[in-house]
């Protein structure tokens, strides 16, 4: 194992969206058996170290590969395209327009029916997103275009969680 590695190299996954969850938990937990520090208690407090180095490395790797929205981001970034949120925030005037009513619907529900409706077609959407975003990726190899669809679904997570927040707030 190389420290240098990309996630998918340490983690012997091909370099593309589309993952097997199970296959990254599987190999995750394989790979933390290896480098538990535990392990190297007879080698020396370096030997140790150097294992929780490891350890540490393959649950950053982790944290990546299996959230579909930091894998995606990654993905941009190994192809020389980062995603750069915090300093372009430009979207297309359609999805503003979406965001804008999403937020009155949200602003205007009553109740949890009204919610839970708004947050199944959030969802929606956002499924929509990751598909572009898989074929983006994965079958045109177009890291470019495919940024623009990672911002948005950043934009679609948060308000996500302002839905769910505001179903959490109605239900206690």
Request: aromatic share 8%; with cysteine; proline share 3%.
């Amino acid at each position: 194992m190389n420290l240098q590695s990309d996630d998918f190299t340490l983690f012997g996954l091909e370099r593309r969206f589309r993952q097997d969850r199970a296959q990254i938990d599987a190999r995750w937990k394989d790979l933390q058996r290896q480098a538990h520090p535990d392990k190297f208690a007879d080698q020396g407090a370096a030997a140790q170290r150097l294992a929780m180095q490891w350890s540490v490395r393959i649950n950053e790797a982790y944290q990546r590969l299996k959230d579909p929205l930091k894998r995606a981001a990654y993905l941009c970034e190994l192809h020389g395209v980062p995603v750069n949120a915090e300093n372009n925030t430009a979207m297309p005037a359609a999805f503003l327009m979406q965001q804008m009513q999403w937020r009155e619907e949200l602003d205007d529900a009553h109740g949890g029916p009204e919610l839970e409706q708004l947050r199944q077609q959030v969802a929606r959407t956002a499924a929509e997103i990751l598909q572009n975003i898989e074929h983006l990726m994965d079958a045109q190899q177009a890291f470019e275009p495919a940024v623009g669809q990672v911002r948005t679904l950043m934009f679609i997570e948060r308000f996500a969680a302002d839905v769910d927040r505001r179903l959490d707030q109605i239900e206690s």
